[in-house]
């Protein structure tokens, strides 16, 4: 990385002095409070996140509950921003604040740093204000020199951990503080490559993976000689042996990993401001590798993968933290904890039951166990899927640790959508050959083609989808992981980076498929016999951990099954119940409500099954697609006059009163949004020479008037071209035959007893004059059908408000129109300048730039775009008071813009079928928040 090795330390002094100036310093450090202390003297608590991260704020509430954390302090966020606006340098106040921090520890525990019979070891991690877990650095073991490993070789009479501790520290020191990392040219980290080819050297005969645990303390010290002659071969420079220059570089390297690539990467997908800083936590080291009667691990007080209430998670026996974490080895179920070392188990139990009913949450936390006592390191708010995520929030109301608000909030609405993915076909599953089975780590179904290499797996995920397989996965796997299908790792546990970052991202997870063997430099998976090449297809069912051959077909999730194909009982399926449960709280929380764009009566269904209540959009235009009306549409654009175009808008008619009556009756008396014709004609045309020659014999045309016609309608910049109302203003017979359509459909589906609600929408609108012209021909049309058929129906006029003019006049227009939607895809487009189809080309640069902070086509520009929606709201909720607002554009299914139009006041937001439920759950929020 750019910035390793680059960060000034914190000012130093001699390492002598550490902690015997305290007194006369104290007076100095009074004057800003940068340095948190917690342990038998605790500082802060968990409600100070902004300031001590997630980590350090955790840290200080578990000691001040009385839970067993080893003690330590809490370098701020403060500090972080301080770093950055000052060319990387700290506050004066710094090194006396964490001096007077480190004599606090060293006298808690008996201890010193650098003392040459009880030396005080270090951990320094980062800990920003969410957690982004394996992204930023951590060192553990700090304080080891080839003098304090004696001591502590000494101290705990096991020379083999001392130094195990001491090749940790090199290893880790020497990859995140002096930069000794992976070239371009190698596939492995440097570190683990010298240790492999150790492990050769010292157990030639030795058959697969050979267990750390065998090497002895001699062999240890062989490794860390090796070691730090990589670091000099690398760098040019020694290891460090002063502790509190240990130290300084240590912080320096955390506060300088908050703008790595790869953390950078994670807070543009979680939309965490780089503003925000990490705080550094340093804590006092305990072992979990000091023997069989300690370990390491990491916990959950709920399936993370299901939501199911049990004791979850994995530890590895004598073995560090990162170990766990790193899915370098694979970990044993925390459940078997009870028969190896019951004593600190049943304590454990204890603890994570007073951690939720402290933190009224799920918690992923981590333990060590040295020499069978407890510590607690971290606790935080468990990242889970959205299937967990729904179980965990209804689960948590039933026991009534939480009430149904915080049920709302507790499910991140853009996860929703996970628990409606499909699941492997059952028929496929059995059919298929099960190549291993693995730990089930991010549930559902996945197939794609396999790839050994994350930036490999970028590029082919371009062409379709991938499956991401490692020996295990790292952060820097992070882009691959994204433009994966799936992630199959052969080490690891549950709670490896692997299955934690899946998890999060909804993707679809086996980890541990210890049968797999990866081998990067052929690129190749061997499994059960069979070889696979790198771009051969694999499937994983992260359900259940199985891994198989070849493609295989996918099937509708439970709920899906429930609602739409109506297959399921409803009561058979826990999955459904809960989702049914938690959307009954949202319509009980919501103001706004949850339209669909839909234009068939199947994808109405499927949208009021999801608890839609009407269309925001119904795009006629697709509707001239089906079956053969196109061809009767393409005699109406190439009419030469009037007469003709009637002729074949006559034959329009029909289809359409269908559709519409179609949509009317699936809609059970909601409303209906119907935007009349908006798309540039050209786009109805065949552009290919036998498309035209078929169509002209069609027409019975010749081939030359097709082709001029199409010539005729072609437009340099059609978005901006005759689309929209201009259509109807140039031919207002298409807008007549439209609303004739409408309200004919409407009257027979009220006269077989359905209420009906249309609310006709004219396109594209700028002028005032536009929807007066457009809502002249609607009216004249409803006045000749309803004398004609002798019955009235209700309805509104409204307008779509998608371009800026019309955004800056909505007062007058307002005037005319009972209801505005709003298109953001277009306001985007017309606003930004920016082609809504184009666009693609450049915007993934912009927002690694930070031009912008999200794809403006996904989620509402707020202050550009939006302003222009504020002003459209207040606009026209000026001349008329209670007019109806919504919104249409692809904005109205994102959780954000959700929220945004809740707080300028729109009545309702629309979105895709298979959106709705995410649309309510972002709508709830935004109503309890
Ligand atoms: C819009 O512009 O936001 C909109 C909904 O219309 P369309 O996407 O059909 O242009
Ligand atoms: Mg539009």
């Known amino acids: 990385m750019a910035q390793k090795k680059k960060s000034k330390p914190v000012k130093s002094k001699s390492s002598a002095k550490a902690s015997s100036s305290v007194k006369a310093k104290t007076a100095k450090a009074k004057s800003h409070k940068y340095v948190y202390d917690f342990g038998k003297k605790t500082d802060g608590d968990a409600t100070q996140r902004e300031l001590l991260g997630g980590k350090g704020a955790n840290l200080a509430e578990m000691a001040k509950i009385g839970l067993p954390v080893p003690p330590g302090f809490t370098i701020s966020t403060e500090v972080c921003t301080y770093f950055y606006k000052n060319k990387k340098s700290y506050p004066k106040v710094l090194d006396d604040q964490m001096r007077s921090s480190v004599a606090i520890m060293e006298k808690q525990l008996g201890q010193k740093l650098g003392d040459l019979k009880k030396p005080l070891l270090l951990s320094v991690r980062s ?39 001491y090749r940790r520290f090199i290893q880790m020191y020497g990859d995140v503080v002096m930069g000794v990392q992976k070239l371009p040219s190698e596939d492995h980290d440097p570190f683990e490559a010298i240790i492999e080819d150790f492990k050769k050297e010292i157990f030639p005969k030795a058959k697969g993976e050979v267990d750390d645990s065998r ?4 062999q240890m010290k062989e490794l860390v000689s090796r070691f730090k002659n990589l670091v000099k071969k690398r760098t040019g420079s020694d290891f460090p042996t002063c502790p509190w220059e240990q130290l300084e570089g240590s912080i320096g390297a955390v506060f300088s990993s908050w703008m790595n690539d790869r953390a950078s990467v994670y807070r543009r997908k979680y939309g965490i401001p780089a503003e925000w800083g990490t705080a550094v936590n340093v804590q006092a080291m305990v072992f979990g590798n000091t023997g069989k009667k300690s370990g390491s691990g990491v916990g959950f007080t709920r399936d993370p993968a299901s939501g199911e209430k049990v004791l979850y998670g994995e530890f590895l026996t004598d073995a560090q933290g990162e170990d766990v974490v790193a899915g370098v080895r694979t970990p044993q179920p925390v459940a078997k904890l009870q028969k190896v070392l019951p ?15 402290h933190f009224k949450d799920m918690q992923d936390f981590e333990f060590t166990i040295e020499n069978e006592k407890l510590y607690m390191l971290q606790t935080r708010n468990g990242k889970r899927t959205g299937l967990a995520a729904v179980r965990i929030a209804t689960e948590m109301v039933k026991e009534r640790l ?8 507790r499910v991140p609405a853009d996860q929703l959508d996970q628990v409606l993915a499909p699941v492997f076909d059952q028929a496929a599953q059995k059919a298929a050959a099960r190549l291993c089975k693995g730990l089930p780590a991010g549930p559902g179904a996945a197939s794609g083609k396999i790839c050994l290499n994350a930036e490999r797996a970028v590029e082919a995920a371009k062409k379709g989808t991938v499956l991401l397989v490692r020996q295990e996965t790292s952060p820097e796997d992070l882009r691959g992981m994204i433009a994966a299908e799936g992630i199959l790792t052969a080490r690891g546990g549950v709670s490896s980076h692997a299955a934690l970052v899946a998890r999060q991202m909804g993707k679809v997870c086996v980890c541990g498929a210890a049968d797999l063997d990866v081998d990067y430099k052929t690129r190749t998976v061997k499994v059960a016999g069979k070889t696979f090449k790198e771009g051969d297809y694999m499937s994983i069912n992260g359900t259940t951990g199985e891994v198989f051959a070849g493609e295989l077909k996918t099937a509708p999730s439970e709920i899906i099954q429930v609602l739409i194909e109506k297959k399921l009982d409803p009561k058979k399926s826990r999955a459904y119940q809960n989702f049914s449960q938690l959307m009954k709280w949202c319509e009980q929380a919501t103001r706004m409500t949850v339209r669909t764009n839909a234009d068939s009566p199947t994808q109405v269904a499927n949208a009021v099954a999801f608890g839609a209540t009407g269309i925001g959009l119904c795009r006629t235009e697709h509707m001239f697609f089906e079956g053969n009306r196109i061809d009767a549409m393409r005699e109406m654009i190439l009419a030469d006059d009037e007469l003709i175009r009637r002729k074949a808008l006559k034959k329009l008619l029909p289809y359409q009163r269908r559709d519409f009556h179609g949509i009317f009756k699936a809609l059970e008396g909601k409303p209906a949004t119907i935007r009349l014709l908006d798309p540039p004609l050209h786009e109805f045309l065949p552009h290919d020479q036998s498309a035209q020659r078929d169509l002209a014999k069609k027409l019975g045309v010749s081939l030359a008037s097709i082709k001029k016609r199409v010539e005729d309608l072609h437009e340099f910049n059609p978005m901006l071209g005759h689309r929209g109302c201009r259509l109807g203003i140039s031919y207002p017979e298409v807008t007549e035959m439209q609303a004739q359509a409408i309200f004919e459909a409407a009257i027979l589906a009220q006269k077989s007893g359905i209420e009906v609600n249309p609310e006709l929408m004219v396109p594209l609108v700028g002028f005032p004059r536009e929807l007066e012209l457009q809502v002249e021909v609607i009216h004249a049309t409803a006045k000749k059908v309803f004398e004609a058929k002798g019955v009235k129906v209700k309805y509104l006029v409204g307008t779509m408000i998608e371009i800026p003019r019309a955004a800056l006049v909505a007062d007058e227009i307002a005037k005319t129109a009972q209801f505005f939607s709003f298109g953001t895809n277009d306001l985007t487009q017309t606003t930004m300048g920016m082609s809504r189809d184009d666009s693609g080309s450049f915007l993934p640069n912009y927002t690694e730039l930070d031009i912008l902070d999200a794809n403006p086509f996904a989620s509402v520009d707020q202050s550009g775009v939006g302003q222009l929606m504020e002003i459209a709201v207040k606009k026209g909720k000026s001349s008329r008071r209670g007019i109806k607002l919504g919104i249409c554009g692809e904005h109205g299914g994102d959780p954000k813009s959700v929220e945004f139009c809740h707080k300028i006041g729109l009545n309702y937001v629309s979105c895709s079928p298979f959106r709705v439920p995410t649309a309510r759950l972002a709508a709830a929020q935004a109503a309890v928040s």
């Open 127 to 165: 800990g920003a204000r969410d957690s982004m877990p394996g992204m930023m650095d951590t060192i553990l073991n700090l304080g080891l020199n080839d003098e304090t490993v004696e001591a502590l070789s000494a101290a705990s009479g096991n020379p083999r951990f001392a130094w195990d501790c």
């Open 215 to 218: 090497i002895s303390a001699v």
């Open 343 to 357: 004593k600190p188990f049943k304590e454990l139990v204890l603890v994570q039951k007073k951690l939720e009913k």
């Open 402 to 409: 939480i009430d149904w608000k915080t049920a709302i909030k």
